[in-house]
């Protein structure tokens, strides 16, 4: 699998991503810098990493999401390739319009930083394919506009879609029915606040994270 | 030319932070407060002739989240 992260400046889980990338697929990914305008040929998936990108001005991912590499993000996921957008790399991909909704400051204004337990709601995406439905597992949050928040009738087409793929378990931030992580109706573009490339070796305390990666990976090759 | 632009939060979303200063104000003793609601101001200075529906494709495109911002324009007179 040919994967890429994009970096903007500011993030700064894009080492993270690109490292968990490596340990699961085997290969390198490319790290495609924010002002370029296309991707490198034959990428077969997408990560948008987690960090503070332009410093969080104005609001949360919105200046990531005009920026040039976003184009090429938005046209790649047009075409059916893998999207994921972790933490910040959710913030951008709402504000660019790729996943419906916005993330707000946290309810209770204090930025969250712990493992939560969370559920997979479903477990036939292309992200979610090695978890069991209702499966509980657990991710690492680090996030202060974490609160998810769509209107009524979004909130249900999601749920009647199936396009929750994970719920926190807990009460964490505010989001609306406990929204942790939402895919687009295609079910290629997956935004979720929790951090799964945390999760990836025994040492990180866990490696939940990592059968996400190791199920796209099968997708993929599939 | 200069305008102003207004950015609130949509009725009905949730505004943890003008909940904060109203509790801080509360705190203060401050009685007779109902509601806080927190926004923002952006000042814009633009090309004299720079029509309206340009302004408003700067909040729709950038400036507001229209998913949970309302936004009003101002236009200041230029002395």
Redesign the interface.
Known sequence: MNSAVIVFPGSNCDRDLAVALEQVTGRKPHMVWHRDTDLPEGIDFIGVPGGFSYGDYLRSGAMAARSPVMRAVADAAGRGVPVIGICNGFQVLTEAGLLPGALMRNAALKFVCREVPLRVENSQSLFTANYNSGEKIAFPVAHHDGNYQADEATLDRLEGEGRVAFRYLDEVNGSARRIAGILNDAGNVLGLMPHPERVIEPAHGGTDGRRLFEGLLETVNA | MKARVFITLKNG??D??GK?IHHALEGLGFGGVNDVRAGKLIELDLAEGTSDSEIEDMCR???A?T??ENFRIERLETA
């Open positions: 979303v949730l943890p932070q904060a495109k950038l400036l989240n998913v949970i």
